[in-house]
């Protein structure tokens, strides 16, 4: 699947069901009512595009998730830094940072993922 844009509020229903999965459909919007105040029709609407765009399967009126959460945070993360910073990481990274001061875990964990990107 090439396209893994999500709305703000699809996201926050995949969050339900990465959360809960498998979830009975029922269920689900009982808690998307709780959560996000939503209606059964509603509900089981965003079931219903989000199954034929291929995001989720709803078998037996149980829900799961086809793409995974990673995923769906890789591709935001590609096309955020695409569309706000050309494609530059280290220019996405100062603006990131701005204002802001790392954990020596955080600094750690960091340095960790730069030098693994290098070997990669």
């Known amino acids: 699947m090439d396209e893994l844009k999500l709305f703000d509020a699809e996201f926050r229903f ?3 069901v990465w959360e809960l999965e498998p979830v009975n459909s029922k269920e689900l919007s009982v808690i998307c009512g709780e959560r ?11 079931i219903r595009k989000l199954s034929e765009r291929g995001f989720l ?4 009126a149980m829900v799961s998730a086809i793409v995974k959460r990673d995923q769906v945070q890789q591709y935001e993360a590609n096309s955020l830094l695409d569309k706000a910073f050309d494609g530059s990481i280290p220019s996405f990274i ?5 204002g802001k001061s790392l954990s020596d875990d955080e600094a750690i964990a960091l340095q960790k993922m730069i030098e693994q990107a290098k070997r990669d």
């Not at 996000?36 to 965003?46: E, F, I, M, Q």
């Not at 399967?57 to 037996?60: F, P, R, V």
Request: hydrophobic share 45%.
């Open 14 to 16: 995949m969050n339900i």
């Open 94 to 98: 100062a603006a990131f940072l701005t």
């Open 36 to 46: 996000l105040g939503w209606k059964r029709p509603t509900t089981y609407t965003v």
């Open 57 to 60: 399967i709803n078998d037996n």
